[in-house]
């Protein structure tokens, strides 16, 4: 199914936590220990798990130890108690294997929560940034952060948070239950240790060097493999598809070898890992065999000592990995709060009462001397623009390619930034207004409208909610999609493909103007919603534009002088400024330009309209 419609889906988002703006300056383990604190109570418990697991882990080898020094003594005087420590032993495994699978439970199912509240957090968002943070960040990096970046968060706020815990409690009861069988011995098991952990902790830093390296390659693979699919059209018609694998191939190959690198370690690290366990054991044996011929330790007490080494090992086994996964991790936050970090205006977060929101557009919308410039450019694309639009009215806006249509269309709406004092909707400044209040009174449908891959009935119905302003069937008349719909698989119920890629150029547009239609508003603004029709219904659509449009007004944007003829009055645009304005009547006598256009389409429109198709000729 479609997102949900724009209206509720802002009222569900303005009461989310990520919508207030956060300090760039905090640090990453404040911005993650806010993560953690919503889930505090399963943490809380966990940590409980875990050290009851490590109390049970520790007094599971004492049991162990005096059963076999009873198997060493009479077994027949020993049997009462030798049973007993059996029994217990196995309630005691019994009960760490229930603790251990709640500790894992209560870490794990948190890491889980936090990865969806992460992505939830971004991509509402995402959905508040404008266009200057996505023309610098391009798709794929942002699917690639929120998809893969965000797995080193959920490991780190799962399987990271439970082995820090678990180290914890390791390294304190273990060494303290050695230490009171044998001072000596334990400190001969330190060495191999301490030495392990200093030649892999090298290791670690240069992995953790190569996983930075490597999530921004897997982000520069994923903004090529967008690229590449959104232009598959444009490669299979030019048939240059080796180009397009070979594009891919490379920076996948980048990525291959940066990811075979960090094999090579991991082969290299996590053998003298598991080989520190087998060398602690030697020496216990070594020198610990020594001390039971000697008398100092009983045999029991060795065979205990032996599994303490192995609970003693495991931990820092395990400290390397997780310290890179923590490395990890934070890099991943770091990577994350590209997005988070964004600051939203605080206007966009502040709405109107429900009550005056209705009332915008009441007395309509003055433009008063606009002129924009674009970001690093120094000639400005529209100046000193000034024209009102009130309710009732149709207007039309007229120019040719690059006069400055749709930069002032994005004014009007807002995905332009503009200076303050510009462009009012009845006494506000839409500069002071939030996205939202403009956007519930002004709609503009472009020429290159877009559609979610889902069916006709869904994309027309798009920001509707649950109210039905005219049947589909009407609508798709208005549009003049009905009959094509009534040939469609599923009729209205087809699904039309991602971005509409089974429609063509012009289908998408009379569905587009189909939403435009069911969803009226205060202002609808049509930006060359026509450009891909052609004559006969182009006549027709505007004829339904006229007659049906439910919207109090409506702007015209086009280059074409015939699709203008019926508004009530039209600005000609050349080089961004306004150099006429009047009826299309009064246009034909005072402006040569508007003059010329329209003479110029006439002569076009009859030469095509006398022209015989193919099968005239033929016969």
């Given at each position: 199914m479609l997102p949900m419609p724009p209206k509720r889906t802002a009222d569900i988002l303005s009461n989310h936590a990520i919508l207030s703006n956060r300090s760039a300056e905090e640090s990453n383990w404040r911005f993650f220990f806010r993560y953690l604190y919503r889930h505090k109570w399963s943490y809380g418990l966990g940590v409980?798990?875990?050290?009851a697991t490590n109390w049970l882990a520790v007094s599971i080898p004492r049991y162990i130890g005096i059963a076999i020094d009873l198997l060493q003594e009479s077994l027949a005087q020993?049997?009462?108690?030798?049973?007993?420590?059996?029994?217990?032993?196995?309630?005691?495994?019994?009960?760490?294997?229930?603790?251990?699978?709640?500790?894992?439970?209560?870490?794990?199912?948190?890491?889980?929560?936090?990865?969806k509240e992460l992505k939830d957090d971004a991509f509402s968002r995402l959905t508040y940034l404008q266009r200057d943070f996505y023309s610098s960040h391009p798709t794929g990096t942002l699917i690639s952060i929120v998809n893969n970046d965000i797995n080193g968060?959920?490991?780190?706020?799962?399987?990271v948070m439970l082995q820090v815990f678990n180290i914890s409690f390791a390294l304190s009861f273990t060494p303290y239950k050695m230490w009171q069988l044998s001072p000596q011995l334990t400190l001969y098991c330190?060495?191999?240790?301490?030495?392990?952990?200093?030649?892999?902790?090298?290791?670690?830093?240069?992995?953790?060097?190569?996983?930075?390296?490597?999530?921004?390659?897997?982000?520069?693979?994923?903004?090529?493999?967008?690229?590449?699919?959104?232009?598959?059209?444009?490669?299979?018609?030019?048939?240059?598809?080796?180009?397009?694998?070979e594009e891919f191939a490379e920076d996948n190959e980048v990525l291959l070898q940066r990811s075979v690198q960090l094999a090579r370690i991991r082969t290299l690290v996590l053998p003298i890992l598991g080989y520190t366990d087998r060398l602690i054991k030697v020496l216990i044996l070594a020198v610990g065999g020594g001390y039971v011929i000697q008398s100092g330790l009983s045999l029991g007490e060795l065979v205990a000592f032996l599994a303490y080494a192995t609970l003693l090992a495991m931990p820092f086994f395990s400290m390397a990995?997780?310290?890179?996964?923590?490395?990890?991790?934070?890099?991943?936050?770091?990577?994350?709060?590209?997005?988070l970090d964004q600051e939203i205006p605080a206007k966009d977060l502040q709405h109107l009462p429900e009550a005056e929101r209705q009332q915008l557009f009441s007395s309509g919308v003055r433009v008063t001397n606009l002129s924009f410039t674009y970001p690093g450019q120094t000639e400005p694309v529209l100046k000193n623009i000034s024209f009102e639009i009130r309710p009732g009215q149709t207007v039309g806006i007229l120019g040719q390619v690059g006069s400055g249509k749709s930069t002032l269309v994005n004014c009007l709406n807002r995905h332009l930034d503009i200076e303050p004092g510009r462009i009012f909707i009845d006494q506000h400044d839409i500069t002071q207004l939030s996205r939202r209040d403009l956007r519930s009174a002004v709609r503009t449908i472009t020429q290159e409208p877009f559609l979610f891959s889902d069916s006709v009935l869904n994309n027309i119905r798009f920001s509707a909610g649950d109210q039905e302003s005219q049947p589909i069937d009407d609508v798709l008349y208005q549009s003049d999609m009905r009959d094509e719909v009534q040939q469609f698989p599923e009729r209205e119920n087809t699904l039309v493909g991602e971005k509409g890629i089974l429609l063509s150029g012009g289908q998408k547009q009379r569905l587009s103007l189909a939403r435009a239609m069911y969803t009226p508003s205060k202002l609808m603004i049509l930006d060359n919603v026509l450009s891909a029709v052609d004559n006969e219904t182009e006549r027709f659509l505007l004829e339904q534009i006229f007659e049906a449009m439910q919207s109090q007004s409506?702007?015209?944007?086009?280059?074409?002088?015939?699709?203008?003829?019926?508004?009530?009055?039209?600005?000609?645009?050349?080089?961004?400024?306004?150099?006429?304005?009047?009826?299309?009547?009064?246009?034909?006598?005072?402006?040569?330009?508007?003059?010329?256009?329209?003479?110029?389409?006439?002569?076009?429109?009859?030469?095509?309209?006398?022209?015989?198709?193919?099968?005239?000729?033929?016969q």
């Amino acid at each position: 199914m479609l997102p949900m419609p724009p209206k509720r889906t802002a009222d569900i988002l303005s009461n989310h936590a990520i919508l207030s703006n956060r300090s760039a300056e905090e640090s990453n383990w404040r911005f993650f220990f806010r993560y953690l604190y919503r889930h505090k109570w399963s943490y809380g418990l966990g940590v409980l798990m875990l050290l009851a697991t490590n109390w049970l882990a520790v007094s599971i080898p004492r049991y162990i130890g005096i059963a076999i020094d009873l198997l060493q003594e009479s077994l027949a005087q020993n049997q009462a108690q030798f049973n007993s420590n059996i029994v217990l032993i196995m309630g005691l495994a019994l009960a760490m294997m229930g603790a251990r699978t709640l500790s894992r439970m209560l870490f794990f199912n948190p890491g889980r929560a936090i990865e969806k509240e992460l992505k939830d957090d971004a991509f509402s968002r995402l959905t508040y940034l404008q266009r200057d943070f996505y023309s610098s960040h391009p798709t794929g990096t942002l699917i690639s952060i929120v998809n893969n970046d965000i797995n080193g968060i959920r490991a780190l706020a799962g399987v990271v948070m439970l082995q820090v815990f678990n180290i914890s409690f390791a390294l304190s009861f273990t060494p303290y239950k050695m230490w009171q069988l044998s001072p000596q011995l334990t400190l001969y098991c330190m060495v191999p240790v301490v030495l392990t952990f200093m030649v892999s902790s090298r290791a670690i830093g240069k992995m953790r060097r190569m996983v930075k390296v490597r999530m921004e390659e897997l982000q520069a693979l994923s903004t090529r493999s967008v690229e590449l699919l959104s232009g598959i059209d444009v490669i299979k018609s030019n048939h240059i598809q080796p180009w397009a694998r070979e594009e891919f191939a490379e920076d996948n190959e980048v990525l291959l070898q940066r990811s075979v690198q960090l094999a090579r370690i991991r082969t290299l690290v996590l053998p003298i890992l598991g080989y520190t366990d087998r060398l602690i054991k030697v020496l216990i044996l070594a020198v610990g065999g020594g001390y039971v011929i000697q008398s100092g330790l009983s045999l029991g007490e060795l065979v205990a000592f032996l599994a303490y080494a192995t609970l003693l090992a495991m931990p820092f086994f395990s400290m390397a990995m997780i310290w890179s996964a923590f490395q990890s991790g934070f890099l991943s936050i770091s990577s994350l709060r590209r997005i988070l970090d964004q600051e939203i205006p605080a206007k966009d977060l502040q709405h109107l009462p429900e009550a005056e929101r209705q009332q915008l557009f009441s007395s309509g919308v003055r433009v008063t001397n606009l002129s924009f410039t674009y970001p690093g450019q120094t000639e400005p694309v529209l100046k000193n623009i000034s024209f009102e639009i009130r309710p009732g009215q149709t207007v039309g806006i007229l120019g040719q390619v690059g006069s400055g249509k749709s930069t002032l269309v994005n004014c009007l709406n807002r995905h332009l930034d503009i200076e303050p004092g510009r462009i009012f909707i009845d006494q506000h400044d839409i500069t002071q207004l939030s996205r939202r209040d403009l956007r519930s009174a002004v709609r503009t449908i472009t020429q290159e409208p877009f559609l979610f891959s889902d069916s006709v009935l869904n994309n027309i119905r798009f920001s509707a909610g649950d109210q039905e302003s005219q049947p589909i069937d009407d609508v798709l008349y208005q549009s003049d999609m009905r009959d094509e719909v009534q040939q469609f698989p599923e009729r209205e119920n087809t699904l039309v493909g991602e971005k509409g890629i089974l429609l063509s150029g012009g289908q998408k547009q009379r569905l587009s103007l189909a939403r435009a239609m069911y969803t009226p508003s205060k202002l609808m603004i049509l930006d060359n919603v026509l450009s891909a029709v052609d004559n006969e219904t182009e006549r027709f659509l505007l004829e339904q534009i006229f007659e049906a449009m439910q919207s109090q007004s409506t702007l015209i944007v086009s280059h074409r002088a015939s699709v203008l003829e019926r508004v009530d009055y039209i600005l000609v645009l050349e080089q961004g400024e306004i150099v006429a304005r009047g009826t299309h009547q009064e246009l034909l006598q005072t402006s040569p330009l508007y003059r010329q256009t329209w003479q110029l389409q006439q002569e076009g429109d009859d030469q095509l309209a006398s022209t015989p198709d193919n099968g005239e000729q033929s016969q």
